[in-house]
């Protein structure tokens, strides 16, 4: 079992709409979450980072924890063309970090 | 604060040749990692450093790749013997040691001929 799992998508969302991007981990003991943005050839952007100690709101960003069935999600409100990338999940265990293979996602005009 | 920066941004060499890459890290990080990544992946842990020591290293990384981050500023990583499948982009990141937020740099893409 992978350490991070993410539903590669394509998810489509149309502009304004809220995306709701998933992530599961494997290790119940994680406690560091991250959330990055990739554009197609150019390397991951850090947008959110949640620890364990509850729920994290930054602008149009939200990264919820749900330790009890080990998912870490992110909502994006107010959807923009500028957010299609590729969302990557990554957790923190051990001194290394764990990335999904990441969720693409598109904002229709 | 002029962020993680690495060089070459691009190399092209064909099978067989050893190649170097240089990673210069944010100023006051002393955490390092290295990660390659390839299309429709995430990126793959190699080895990390906390200051000079590197303190772990993949098991699915070959004896033909060795870093160093001899003055725990930058760091290069080496393959040797290049072949076709090492074709990837390597990411460098760093990072505090708490906080350890990782930023990564622009990535070296290499492509094997």
Known sequence: QKEVEQNSGPLSVPEGAIASLNCTYSDRGSQSFFWYRQYSGKSPELIMFIYSNGDKEDGRFTAQLNKASQYVSLLIRDSQPSDSATYLCAVYIGNQFYFGTGTSLTVIP | ?113
Not at chain 2, 36 to 44: C, D, F, S, V, W
Request: proline share 5%; glycine share 8%; aromatic share 12%.
């Open chain 2, 1 to 113: 604060d002029t962020g993680v920066s690495q060089d070459p941004r691009h190399k092209i060499t064909k099978r067989g040749q050893n190649v170097t890459f240089r990673c210069d890290p944010i100023s006051e990080h002393n955490r390092l990692y290295w990660y390659r990544q390839t299309l429709g992946q995430g990126p793959e842990f190699l080895t990390y450093f906390q200051n000079e020591a590197q303190l772990e290293k993949s098991r699915l990384l070959s004896d033909r790749f060795s870093a160093e981050r001899p003055k725990g500023s930058f760091s290069t990583l080496e393959i040797q013997r290049t072949e076709q499948g090492d074709s990837a982009m390597y990411l460098c990141a760093s990072s505090l040691t708490s906080p350890y937020e990782q930023y990564f740099g622009p990535g070296t893409r290499l492509t094997v001929t």
